[in-house]
């Protein structure tokens, strides 16, 4: 282990390290189940110095991947991502670097694979470890699914990746059976340090709804001056509570996914800096953040699991030393939290929808799609909508090709002739050529690629590469947009009915899961044995001790979580006075009655891309019952 010493700088391992590290330098596929902060990482970088041949990285988040770049060439390491953000030169850069062996690590993110030639280029490269960082994304039944991590055992067939290292902080036995039958793991190579630690100190207190800012409010008063984060489920509430904190003299800030990307990033680098003591925000903040001195964690509204509780509390306490993680508890939140859940399973007929335009193009056929519109005509919101493709690759009946932007425009900062004067001969004329083919409002020109093609001969791939080009050159500002995704069709003889039935169980199956994980929170914060012995055990951590001695319910305090006030029974309520405004609209944009799952939808104030269309937020009856059961409503409206 002169390795880890030498270019490292650790004298020892820590637990579990030594026994993954063995396992992947000895040959064999492994996975490594550390709780936050324990060092995962490492268990690839050491073996990636001995191994022959590249070590490609799969990592769910942009931020991750430069924190541990930025790691690795701080120790010499040589290491390269491609990303997004990254130029076609800079991209070329690496492949390069990756093609000739110079490269040890190569992270990446899952999406990267859906790229043709991305997938063309990775094939001619050998690889010796596929590591999947954030593994409990692979399996549907963890939480955080990424619909494109499904695919990750059919990549590492396709490419002859002769090994495989999982890391992951949250695993249930479930997930972590689930990820050893698709990589092929033995049991033995499952590494798992235990979820018990001692330093955190997990309290349940009992609030109801209407109290909880005030008690949160008394709560950080005595611990002002340290850092805290306050999780909440909507992102207007994280708005609310920061802003009532901030009157109590905290320097706190809201955060999350509704700000822009320059405002969160600001936000997160004073909150590491110590210039925010506290940060209020929805789960769109805290992966990645590996910030050792977090003291408080709170949680205003319920998790969306036991796995998100596990995973947002796992940020306190990182230099070892006590720090509480409170949770106000109340059945308050619990509709919003289902109605999450139940937002994202389709329609069958939405399902039918996505598979008669697939049909439609057939065997051997190029099926193009823009996401937003695929999802408007199937009224599916983004991310199912993914899952069903994803859903449909696996069955062999489609498979990704290319992406490519349907719309370009720019904005000239020279004019047309100082531009033409960098150009002679046929390049002239073909700059000429796009000059002519843009339709040039007040600023912007929006490029006509068909005309360009039709009249000019001018292929997109190199009208593509030479606005790039001008961009470089500081001679246009240049936008893309309307993200075009090409698969190829493999079978397009399917049966459509069949089909939709069983993609639809499919998600059915997968709301059930999701709801029976909240009622298994709600079970964690209510239970009469200790709260840590309880998480480790939903974890198949059996090494924790039986008593902390130092969580709410060891100390005397079992929790029962105060019921929501009571609603009036909605036999008493009118259906039709409700939804009359909605379903009129729906009867003039679809031309029929909405569906009693849409209904349901708009009543509980769920939105999808079709309520969304239809402006259904303005309408008498949107979310007229939100604090009612989704399942109950939908019952309701059924038996009418």
Same mark, same amino acid.
């Not at 924790?544 to 005397?556: L, N």
């Not at 029974?569 to 009359?580: I, T, W």
């Given at each position: 282990?002169?390795?880890?010493?030498?270019?490292?700088?650790?004298?020892?391992?820590?637990?579990?390290?030594?026994?993954?590290?063995?396992?992947v330098?000895?040959?064999?596929?492994?996975?490594?189940?550390?709780?936050?902060?324990?060092?995962?990482?490492?268990?690839?970088?050491?073996?990636?110095?001995?191994?022959?041949?590249?070590?490609?990285?799969?990592?769910?988040?942009?931020?991750?991947?430069?924190?541990?770049?930025?790691?690795?060439?701080?120790?010499?390491?040589?290491?390269?991502?491609?990303?997004?953000?990254?130029?076609?030169?800079?991209?070329?850069?690496?492949?390069?670097?990756?093609?000739?062996?110079?490269?040890?690590?190569?992270?990446?993110?899952?999406?990267?694979?859906?790229?043709?030639?991305?997938?063309?280029?990775?094939?001619?490269?050998?690889?010796?470890?596929?590591?999947?960082?954030?593994?409990?994304?692979?399996?549907?039944?963890?939480?955080?699914?990424?619909?494109? $991590?499904?695919?990750?055992?059919?990549?590492?067939?396709?490419?002859?990746?002769?090994?495989?290292?999982?890391?992951?902080?949250?695993?249930?036995?479930?997930v972590?059976?689930?990820?050893?039958?698709?990589?092929?793991?033995?049991?033995?190579?499952?590494?798992?340090?235990?979820?018990?630690?001692?330093?955190?100190?997990?309290?349940?207190?009992?609030?109801?709804?209407?109290?909880?800012?005030?008690?949160?409010?008394?709560?950080?008063?005595?611990?002002r001056?340290?850092?805290?984060?306050?999780?909440?489920?909507?992102?207007?509430?994280?708005?609310?509570?920061?802003?009532?904190?901030?009157?109590d003299?905290?320097?706190?800030?809201?955060?999350?996914?509704?700000?822009?990307?320059?405002?969160?990033?600001?936000?997160?680098?004073? @909150?590491?800096?110590?210039?925010l003591?506290?940060?209020?925000?929805?789960?769109?903040?805290?992966?990645?953040?590996?910030?050792?001195d977090?003291?408080?964690?709170?949680?205003?509204?319920?998790?969306?699991?036991?796995?998100?509780?596990?995973?947002?509390?796992?940020r &306190?306490?990182?230099?070892?030393?006590?720090?509480?993680?409170?949770?106000?508890?109340s059945?308050?939140?619990?509709?919003?939290?289902?109605? @999450?859940?139940?937002?994202?399973?389709?329609?069958?007929?939405?399902?039918?929808?996505?598979?008669?335009?697939?049909?439609?193009?057939?065997?051997?056929?190029?099926?193009?799609?823009?996401?937003?519109?695929?999802?408007?005509?199937?009224?599916?919101?983004?991310?199912?909508?993914?899952?069903?493709?994803?859903?449909?690759?696996?069955?062999?009946?489609?498979?990704?090709?290319?992406?490519?932007?349907?719309?370009?425009?720019?904005?000239?900062?020279?004019?047309?002739?100082?531009?033409?004067?960098?150009?002679?001969?046929?390049?002239?004329?073909?700059?000429?050529?796009?000059?002519?083919?843009?339709?040039?409002?007040?600023?912007?020109?929006?490029?006509? @690629?068909?005309?360009?093609?039709?009249q000019?001969?001018?292929?997109?791939?190199?009208?593509?590469?030479?606005?790039?080009?001008?961009?470089?050159?500081?001679?246009l500002?240049?936008?893309?947009?309307?993200?075009?995704?090409?698969?190829?069709?493999?079978?397009?003889?399917?049966?459509?009915d069949?089909?939709?039935?069983?993609?639809h169980?499919?998600?059915?199956?997968h709301?059930?899961?999701?709801?029976?994980?909240?009622?298994?929170m709600?079970?964690?914060?209510?239970?009469?044995?200790?709260?840590?012995?309880?998480?480790?055990?939903?974890?198949?951590?059996?090494?924790?001790?039986?008593?902390?001695?130092?969580?709410?319910?060891?100390?005397?305090?079992?929790?029962?979580?105060?019921?929501?006030?009571?609603?009036?029974?909605?036999?008493?309520?009118?259906?039709? &006075?409700?939804? &009359?405004a909605?379903?009129e609209?729906?009867?003039?944009?679809?031309?029929?009655?909405?569906?009693?799952?849409?209904?349901?939808?708009?009543?509980?104030?769920?939105?999808?891309?079709?309520l969304?269309?239809?402006?259904a937020?303005?309408?008498?009856?949107?979310?007229?019952?939100?604090? $009612?059961?989704?399942?109950?409503?939908?019952?309701?409206?059924?038996?009418?």
């Amino acid at each position: 282990m002169s390795t880890l010493k030498r270019v490292f700088g650790f004298d020892k391992l820590r637990p579990g390290q030594e026994t993954v590290i063995s396992a992947v330098l000895a040959g064999r596929s492994a996975a490594a189940i550390f709780p936050t902060g324990s060092g995962k990482s490492l268990c690839y970088q050491l073996p990636a110095l001995h191994l022959p041949h590249l070590t490609l990285v799969i990592s769910p988040l942009l931020a991750l991947m430069q924190d541990q770049l930025a790691f690795l060439h701080a120790h010499g390491i040589a290491a390269a991502s491609i990303d997004s953000a990254q130029s076609r030169e800079q991209m070329m850069e690496v492949m390069n670097r990756a093609r000739s062996g110079e490269l040890k690590i190569l992270m990446i993110s899952v999406e990267r694979l859906k790229n043709e030639r991305f997938r063309h280029f990775i094939a001619q490269v050998p690889i010796s470890l596929l590591v999947v960082d954030e593994a409990h994304c692979i399996s549907e039944w963890g939480h955080n699914f990424r619909p494109d $991590y499904l695919k990750l055992p059919d990549y590492q067939r396709q490419f002859g990746i002769a090994q495989v290292l999982l890391l992951t902080a949250t695993a249930t036995p479930k997930v972590i059976a689930d990820m050893r039958e698709k990589f092929a793991i033995t049991e033995a190579d499952v590494v798992t340090t235990g979820f018990y630690r001692s330093n955190l100190n997990l309290l349940v207190e009992p609030v109801a709804g209407s109290a909880k800012l005030q008690r949160l409010q008394q709560w950080l008063v005595p611990r002002r001056g340290q850092a805290s984060i306050v999780y909440v489920t909507q992102q207007k509430t994280a708005e609310q509570v920061a802003e009532r904190l901030a009157r109590d003299g905290l320097a706190v800030s809201a955060y999350h996914a509704g700000m822009a990307h320059e405002v969160r990033e600001s936000i997160q680098r004073r @909150f590491m800096a110590g210039e925010l003591e506290c940060i209020v925000a929805t789960i769109a903040f805290g992966m990645g953040i590996d910030k050792r001195d977090i003291r408080n964690v709170v949680h205003f509204d319920l998790p969306k699991s036991v796995e998100n509780y596990s995973q947002e509390i796992g940020r &306190a306490g990182r230099d070892g030393q006590a720090s509480d993680c409170l949770v106000l508890a109340s059945r308050d939140g619990l509709s919003v939290l289902e109605n @999450f859940v139940y937002g994202d399973t389709p329609e069958r007929s939405g399902i039918r929808a996505v598979l008669d335009d697939l049909r439609a193009v057939g065997t051997g056929g190029q099926w193009e799609l823009m996401l937003n519109q695929l999802s408007e005509l199937s009224n599916i919101r983004a991310l199912p909508l993914k899952t069903l493709l994803v859903q449909l690759e696996l069955r062999g009946i489609i498979a990704p090709r290319y992406a490519y932007f349907a719309e370009y425009r720019f904005k000239l900062l020279l004019d047309d002739q100082a531009l033409l004067a960098q150009f002679e001969g046929e390049r002239r004329q073909f700059v000429e050529a796009i000059l002519a083919c843009s339709k040039r409002a007040r600023t912007w020109s929006t490029l006509d @690629f068909d005309a360009l093609y039709q009249q000019y001969g001018a292929e997109r791939a190199r009208v593509v590469k030479a606005l790039d080009y001008f961009q470089e050159r500081g001679w246009l500002e240049l936008e893309s947009k309307q993200m075009t995704e090409v698969y190829a069709v493999l079978d397009g003889d399917f049966d459509v009915d069949a089909l939709a039935h069983d993609l639809h169980a499919h998600f059915r199956a997968h709301e059930a899961s999701e709801i029976a994980r909240i009622q298994a929170m709600l079970g964690l914060f209510e239970s009469h044995e200790c709260l840590s012995r309880r998480l480790a055990l939903y974890f198949g951590d059996e090494q924790a001790p039986e008593r902390c001695g130092h969580c709410s319910v060891c100390r005397g305090q079992v929790a029962t979580l105060p019921q929501p006030p009571e609603l009036p029974p909605l036999s008493g309520r009118d259906a039709q &006075a409700l939804c &009359a405004a909605f379903v009129e609209k729906h009867r003039q944009y679809a031309g029929h009655d909405p569906s009693h799952e849409c209904l349901t939808r708009f009543l509980c104030g769920v939105t999808t891309p079709l309520l969304t269309k239809l402006k259904a937020r303005q309408l008498a009856g949107f979310a007229a019952l939100e604090d $009612y059961p989704y399942a109950e409503v939908r019952e309701w409206l059924t038996g009418l």
